[in-house]
């Protein structure tokens, strides 16, 4: 590649002179190509350790005038083709012109302003693909590529200097980090490491500090151990590669390939040394930080942030932060943790002024909302550049809010004082309540489906005012009392200032009346609600009637739904609760329903309308808990992991005994789950619902603890998993709310608890008093941190879980070990995973659906089954073998999706693997038949089947087949036809039923063989023997087998062709007279033809284009007869040509034509080229002759050595250990050194 011209002083140290003329010089490094000695090994170590260019280019050309001393770089190469082109180019273009100035000055700038001009042509032409990366960027990544024989499609995202520690020993390095695999390599003294990991195999990543390493990253797979270490910034390079653990993780879990985020904002000029993929992981990054703080949409984008100052009128002061600015948003966030947090929906905003600087204030930011609230922000850096952002944005904002959405709800929701602002018409006419202002707030095509309008609670609490409720109604109203202060200081709706005063409030319990409307604020949901008019009235309407899976599942769920609650004691509750559960599923069907939303969803219906409650659920499944809900409710298997390493941080006298008792696992997952709703009385789970929806799941975490702790004594005491749960289960049942105002639930398991003696109450606000004083110093940051780790964990045994299901699917009779079948597993699954993030458009890169039964989850196709069966088969086959992979493909695909299955897979491999001579011959035999022979190889296989279907003796065949269902065939195209319909779970049954039912199959149930389905199986066993020790004696003994099964067909051509004569397509004359001739004179099929004939010189130099002898050759050694020793006859290389065997079969089946024999073998013989209009007149020659499997079978018997080869034993062990080092050598780049292996 070309480079901008650099000075370089000393041009000849560790450089070696390859050309030179007067105006520049190419060179090649020292210890490059070939030798190199001493000097080279010590120029190879330095350009490991030290990071010279030269490290990836071991081709340069200078650029020198006679006189001066100083060398100016123009271009360097990773190849000796490369640099060449570039030097040509040069003597080509520009020594003419060169010689042309006087001036030396004026040469090396006239070199320089051409080279610069060729770089800045080329950087044009790749500008429009977005392909930013920096120049010593692109030079690793090529590196990377040539060094571990990765394809184009794996893109580096960054390089670091490391150590990596193998034994005791660092080796000094350069650590590769790309988007599907860590790569490791050095070079030390002629001592090479190179190592690669793929990230989704990756069970534990950490950075750690011991005695032994100082500061180090551990990298664990199932197999080894890696340390890392000696980092320039240890925490970038952590931090990078956790990002990219976790996306192979989410690649495992649903199989999300990791795209580039073509949304995310360009810089104006590149950063010099950052890829554009290592950008965009960190916007990534930033973006789910910049959500999860201020809990905005999923598809919210960050554009970016700057510090500054926000005045706060109720305390008078300027707190320092940071202001955050996206499409949709601005937010802040002080500096101190809890001084205050703000969120402005740009829909809300009015004015936004830059107001006069001052020393007091300088350069001041005025953003004022429709709700008559005014922000202050100062000290912001660059204000111009930010108004005109704001500017931007607010110009994209839809102008006309939708009808009924956003009126109504703000008027009343965001003003300060909400009696002073009337409710437009369209909101006036829905049942509102005044102290919900969220309660009339439906949309108006919401109206249309009957849904809930407000909370379940209001209508099944009865009417009697809080006054009447004594000290509690008292204590409820001071409650309220106490928030309409709040909201007049701070604001009320989206635009509050959050401040540790609100998080107060919250642990003080919030008010029943306005408990909807900030749960609604809290969590997010609010905002999703207000973007999105009628979307829930939509999917009501859309999912209403229809029936899946998820829907069987919640009607059976629907009354198991708080039945101790009124509101769901009757249809309208009932209802309410199915519309949202349904219209959920409906959104997304990834997670459809788990059990326990409908709990959690109950409890939303009572403080919320439908739609509130839905949006609710929303926020809850996609943001709050992530991956809770899906079908193996991982994220609550993450967030149990995280609870025991809590317990062992804060309670480790307790923990080694929950472990021995196991009663965590039993225990976290209702509670997490739920909520805590499930296992406490509801007005007590209520409030720490309250909690949650304000701080996030820590506040589940820390009363788990808290919970834990106050049992300690009696958990310690207890002697196994049933009493240590009923010590939990009855301290549960006793937390109480004695501030209820809601008339008290029975719960459920308060019978199965009561004991003896009265146990002891817990008040709720105690509990959580004391959670927030022992384990408050749990952080957000610090929990996201520790369920990466332990995602890690619950993915990993998760697949492995899937292995062990998946190989006990397996029959036993498949002859593989358990050891092999998952070593298989691994490979075929790593094949998979190949194809999701580098072969876009396969078949295999669509979407795996992790809701499909474990064994249909990873399949292949044809392609990448081909590179498998090259690594994997015993029968190598050379050139041959991706032509034998896709029959055995066409075989295994039994129901024509042109994927297959792990267990398909297995059963072809177990077929040439196991079982007898007769069991491997068979598998060899049948694919060499339809469906596995592809009409393209031989076309006339077609006609050999019609000719079948009319042979009487066939008919027969059929029709007895027909009645016992014995044919593979006749079963192949039934399940074929089975294909064409949406597969159910009962057709996988039946498919593996019937699969059983093969392996009984006799060696009568083959159909017949016709000739040119026989010549590509002798082909393949020709190709077969190519490689083996006894190649020569095993060439003559299927020369001689082949010849006299030829001749067995021939005798049976004569019984079987009389009675199929009439059915033919007019064609008696050309194939009756042949047929009774070499039955008299076998003789000729074993002369060769005499040299002199021309017409065999014709057949041979048709097909072949070779010297007629060849033919001649292999007929001798077809023949048997021993003219001439077998050894001298076939020790030509040609022989093994793949199309030799055609050659065999120009001899023998031209023997068998009497007329034209010279068209005729030119037709057979070109069949292995099936040039389609000739075949097909020659399909029409020979179609009477044909041999059954019996026949081959009894032949092949005859020969020991053939009998030896195909009994003997092959360590499929060994092949597997291959295969995962070639796994991926699969380069697509010819100039690559790899590009061999996988041959």
């Known amino acids: 590649m070309w480079l901008g011209p650099e000075e370089v002083?000393?041009?000849?140290?560790?450089?070696?002179?390859?050309?030179?003329?007067?105006?520049?010089?190419?060179?090649?490094?020292?210890?490059?190509?070939?030798?190199?000695?001493?000097?080279?090994?010590?120029?190879?170590?330095?350009?490991?350790?030290?990071?010279?260019?030269?490290?990836?280019?071991?081709?340069?050309?200078?650029?020198?005038?006679?006189?001066?001393?100083?060398?100016?770089?123009?271009?360097?190469?990773?190849?000796?083709?490369?640099?060449?082109?570039?030097?040509?180019?040069?003597?080509?273009?520009?020594?003419?012109?060169?010689?042309?100035?006087?001036?030396?000055?004026?040469?090396?700038?006239?070199?320089?302003?051409?080279?610069?001009?060729?770089?800045?042509?080329?950087?044009?032409?790749?500008?429009?693909?977005?392909?930013?990366?920096?120049?010593?960027?692109?030079?690793?990544?090529?590196?990377?590529?040539?060094?571990?024989?990765?394809?184009?499609?794996?893109?580096?995202?960054?390089?670091?200097?490391?150590?990596?520690?193998?034994?005791?020993?660092?080796?000094?390095?350069?650590?590769?980090?790309?988007?599907?695999?860590?790569?490791?390599?050095?070079?030390?003294?002629?001592?090479?490491?190179?190592?690669?990991?793929q990230w989704v195999d990756v069970t534990r990543l950490e950075k750690n500090a011991t005695l032994l390493f100082p500061e180090s990253i551990r990298v664990d797979t199932r197999d080894q151990e890696l340390f890392f270490s000696m980092f320039l910034n240890i925490g970038e390079t952590f931090k990078l590669m956790e990002q990219l653990a976790n996306l192979a993780m989410r690649q495992l879990l649903d199989s999300e390939g990791f795209l580039e985020d073509k949304a995310l904002p360009r810089p104006t000029r590149p950063h010099r040394h950052i890829s554009a993929l290592k950008r965009d992981l960190d916007a990534r990054a930033k973006n789910e930080c910049y959500r999860a703080t201020f809990r905005l949409p999923r598809d919210e984008r960050l554009d970016g942030h700057t510090s500054c100052t926000l005045w706060t009128p109720f305390n008078k002061l300027h707190i320092p932060g940071q202001m955050f600015i996206s499409s949709n948003y601005i937010c802040f966030a002080s500096k101190e943790e809890d001084a205050c947090h703000l969120i402005i929906p740009l829909r809300e905003v009015t004015i936004v002024e830059k107001a006069d600087s001052s020393s007091v204030l300088p350069s001041p930011l005025s953003i004022s909302t429709k709700s008559k609230m005014t922000f202050l922000f100062a000290n912001l850096k660059d204000r111009d550049f930010l108004v005109q952002r704001i500017s931007d944005f607010l110009q994209k904002m839809p102008s006309k809010q939708p009808e009924g959405s956003s009126g109504g709800r703000k008027a009343n929701t965001v003003d300060p004082a909400p009696e002073r602002s009337a409710a437009p018409p369209e909101a006036s006419d829905q049942p509102a309540s005044p102290s919900t202002p969220l309660g009339g707030c439906q949309s108006s095509s919401a109206q249309e489906a009957p849904t809930a309008s407000q909370g379940l609670l209001k209508l099944f609490q009865g009417n009697s005012p809080v006054e009447d409720l004594g000290a509690k109604g008292a204590k409820e109203k001071m409650k309220e009392e106490s928030w309409n202060i709040h909201f007049f200081e701070y604001g009320r709706g989206v635009c509050m200032y959050r401040t540790a005063r609100t998080r107060e409030l919250v642990l003080k319990g919030i008010p029943e009346s306005l408990r909807g409307e900030l749960w609604l604020l809290f969590s997010g949901a609010w905002n999703e609600m207000v973007t999105h008019p009628g979307y829930y009235a939509e999917l009501v309407e859309k999912s209403t009637g229809k029936y899946s899976l998820a829907t069987e599942e919640i009607e059976r769920d629907l009354h198991r739904s708080m039945p101790e609650h009124p509101a769901f004691q009757n249809e309208l509750g009932i209802a309410a609760l199915r519309r949202v559960l349904t219209a959920y599923a409906f959104r997304n069907p990834t997670i459809g329903y788990c059990q326990a939303m409908n709990i959690v969803t109950s409890v939303l219906l009572l403080y919320g309308s439908e739609e509130e409650a839905f949006w609710l659920l929303v926020a809850l499944c996609e943001r709050m808990l992530p991956d809770y809900y899906n079908t193996r409710v991982v994220g609550a298997l993450v967030d149990q992991g995280i609870f025991e390493e809590l317990t062992r941080d804060f309670l480790p006298q307790l923990s080694e005994k929950m472990q021995d008792l196991g009663v965590i696992s039993s225990i976290s997952l209702s509670w997490f789950l739920t909520l805590f709703l499930s296992v406490m009385p509801f007005e007590s789970a209520v409030v720490i619902v309250d909690c949650f929806f304000y701080e996030g799941i820590k506040v589940i975490l820390q009363v788990a603890l808290a919970i834990l702790d106050a049992n300690m004594e009696q958990l310690l005491g207890c002697s196994d998993e049933g009493e240590a749960m009923t010590v939990l289960g009855r301290y549960l049942d006793n937390v109480v709310n004695k501030q209820s105002v809601s008339p008290p639930i029975p719960h459920l398991h308060a019978l199965l608890t009561s004991g003896d003696d009265p146990p002891t109450e817990v008040d709720i606000f105690d509990l959580l008093k004391v959670s927030y004083e022992k384990f408050s110093s749990l952080r957000a940051e610090d929990i996201e941190q520790m369920r990466f780790k332990q995602r890690l964990k619950v993915i990993q045994s998760l697949e492995d879980t899937a292995k062990r299901s998946v190989v006990r699917a397996i029959p036993g009779d498949i002859g593989f070990s358990i050891e092999e079948l998952e070593d298989l597993y691994v490979v075929f699954k790593a094949k998979h995973l190949a194809s999701q993030y580098w072969g876009g458009s396969r078949p295999t890169a669509v979407r795996r659906d992790p809701s499909l039964p474990y064994l249909e989850q990873y399949r292949i196709d044809a392609s990448q089954f081909r590179e498998l069966f090259a690594s994997l088969t015993p029968w190598a086959c050379g050139a041959h073998t991706p032509v034998l992979a896709g029959r055995m493909f066409r075989l295994l695909d039994e129901n024509k999706d042109s994927l297959i299955n792990f267990k398909e897979f297995v059963t072809g491999m177990s077929g040439m693997y196991h079982g007898d001579l007769t069991e491997k011959l068979k598998a060899l035999y049948k694919l060499h038949l339809p469906p596995a022979l592809s009409p393209e190889e031989a076309e006339s296989a077609l006609e050999a089947t019609h000719y079948f279907t009319e042979d009487s003796s066939s008919e027969a065949l059929r029709q007895e087949e027909q009645e016992g269902g014995g044919n593979e065939d006749i079963q192949e195209k039934r399940g074929e036809e089975k294909g064409t319909s949406p597969p159910d779970y009962r057709h996988y049954l039946r498919m593996w039923a019937k699969e059983k039912e093969v392996q009984k199959e006799t060696i009568k149930d083959l159909p017949k063989m016709n000739q040119e389905q026989f010549i590509e199986l002798c082909k393949t066993l020709y190709n077969m023997f190519s490689e083996d020790p006894m190649e020569q004696d095993l060439y003559h003994a299927i020369a001689t087998v082949a010849s006299l099964l030829l001749r067995i067909g021939e005798v049976g051509k004569k019984f079987s062709a009389q009675p199929g004569r009439k059915p033919r397509d007019g064609a008696p004359e050309e194939g009756e007279p042949p047929a009774p001739d070499p039955v008299q004179d076998p003789a000729p099929e074993l002369q060769p033809p005499a040299a002199g004939d021309p017409q065999a010189k014709a057949g041979g130099d048709t097909h072949l284009g070779k010297a007629p002898h060849e033919s001649q050759v292999v007929g001798d050694g077809g023949g048997g007869e021993g003219r001439g020793s077998p050894s001298q006859l076939l020790s030509d290389d040609e022989t093994k040509d793949d199309m030799s065997m055609s050659s065999y079969s120009v001899v023998s089946t031209g023997s068998l034509q009497c007329e034209d024999l010279a068209d005729d073998t030119v037709l057979v013989g070109a069949e292995a080229r099936s040039p389609p209009a000739p075949t097909r007149c020659g399909g029409t020659v020979d179609t009477d002759w044909c041999i059954s499997f019996e026949q081959i079978l009894a032949s092949i018997l005859t020969e020991s050595v053939l009998v030896n080869f195909f009994e003997k034993r092959v360590d499929i062990g060994l092949k597997i250990k291959d295969q995962k080092k070639v796994e991926r050598q699969f380069s697509t780049s010819s100039d690559l050194e790899q590009s061999g292996v996988s041959g």
Not at 26 to 47: A, C, E, I, N
């Open 9 to 197: 002083l000393v041009a000849n140290a560790l450089w070696v002179t390859e050309r030179a003329n007067p105006f520049f010089v190419l060179q090649r490094r020292r210890g490059h190509g070939k030798g190199g000695g001493l000097t080279g090994l010590l120029v190879g170590t330095l350009d490991v350790v030290l990071d010279s260019s030269a490290r990836v280019a071991p081709y340069r050309i200078l650029h020198q005038t006679q006189d001066s001393q100083v060398y100016w770089t123009v271009a360097c190469g990773s190849s000796r083709k490369e640099i060449t082109k570039h030097w040509e180019w040069l003597e080509n273009n520009l020594l003419q012109t060169l010689s042309i100035f006087d001036n030396e000055e004026d040469i090396t700038t006239f070199v320089k302003g051409k080279i610069h001009g060729i770089i800045a042509e080329e950087n044009k032409n790749l500008q429009p693909q977005g392909d930013e990366d920096p120049g010593k960027f692109k030079e690793a990544e090529l590196k990377m590529r040539k060094q571990f024989g990765m394809p184009e499609g794996e893109k580096l995202v960054n390089y670091y200097s490391c150590s990596y520690w193998k034994g005791r020993v660092p080796r000094q390095g350069w650590l590769y980090l790309t988007v599907n695999h860590l790569c490791f390599y050095s070079f030390l003294l002629g001592k090479e490491v190179s190592l690669v990991v």
